[in-house]
């Protein structure tokens, strides 16, 4: 029974974690507009790529994760 408090507790911690970055991810400058990310207008159609953002967001998500769970 201790386990599943464990993962309740850590999934719950995501959850708050992803609601504050989906909360406060517009007001940081820059984020999605980084040399590198793809946009193309074409008429109509507006294509977006954030590929430096989602690379960068990885790696310090990437970094963090290690800090927390080294053991």
């Known amino acids: 029974m201790p386990e599943i408090g464990k993962l309740l507790i850590i999934v719950g911690g995501f959850i708050v974690i992803v609601g504050l970055f989906l909360t406060l991810g517009l007001r940081i400058p820059y984020l999605g507009k980084?040399?590198?990310?793809?946009?193309?207008?074409?008429?109509?159609?507006?294509?977006?790529?954030?590929?430096?953002?989602?690379?960068?967001?990885?790696?310090v998500l990437t970094l963090l994760l290690n800090a927390f769970f080294r053991r």
Do not use: E, W
């Not at 159609?45 to 690379?55: A, K, Q």
């Open 34 to 59: 980084l040399p590198g990310d793809i946009s193309v207008d074409r008429g109509n159609v507006h294509f977006y790529f954030p590929i430096v953002t989602c690379l960068l967001l990885s790696l």
